[in-house]
């Protein structure tokens, strides 16, 4: 079993900044793929940002500039610096990792989520 566990959601104004952590831990083989997704009150999941473990990435167009993902692997730890926050940011952010453990095959896992609040 892999555990994902987010921090560093809060409240920020517009234009401000945070950045999000997530660290992985339990028995793990290898992983493959790291990335956030968000979940806002009446839309649906999004993703927000992918890293793989030759660190490539991909961003979600309305975050793109704005938006970096990056990676420890050292630490098992993917982050995400979000600058020019806008209120159509807020949502609640998940971490998600495709991780090996018990065999070299990947499996999803998924953190509870941090909130991100972005309001005057």
């Known amino acids: 079993q892999v555990q994902l566990v987010e921090s560093g959601g809060g409240l920020v104004q517009p234009g401000g900044s945070l950045r999000l952590s997530c660290a992985a831990s339990?028995?793990?083989?290898?992983?493959?793929?790291m990335g956030w997704y968000r979940h806002a009150p009446g839309k649906q999941r999004e993703l927000v940002a992918t890293?793989?473990?030759?660190?490539?990435?991909n961003y979600a167009d309305s975050v793109k500039g704005r938006f970096t993902i990056s990676r420890d692997g050292a630490k098992n730890t993917v982050y995400l610096q979000m600058n020019s926050l806008k209120p159509e940011d807020t949502a609640v952010y998940y971490c998600?990792?495709?991780?090996?453990?018990?065999?070299?095959?990947?499996?999803?896992?998924w953190g509870k989520g941090t909130l991100v609040t972005v309001s005057s």
């Open positions: 890293i793989t473990s030759g660190s490539n990435t």
């Open positions: 998600n990792a495709v991780a090996a453990t018990m065999t070299p095959d990947g499996m999803d896992y």
């Open positions: 339990g028995s793990i083989f290898s992983i493959y793929h």
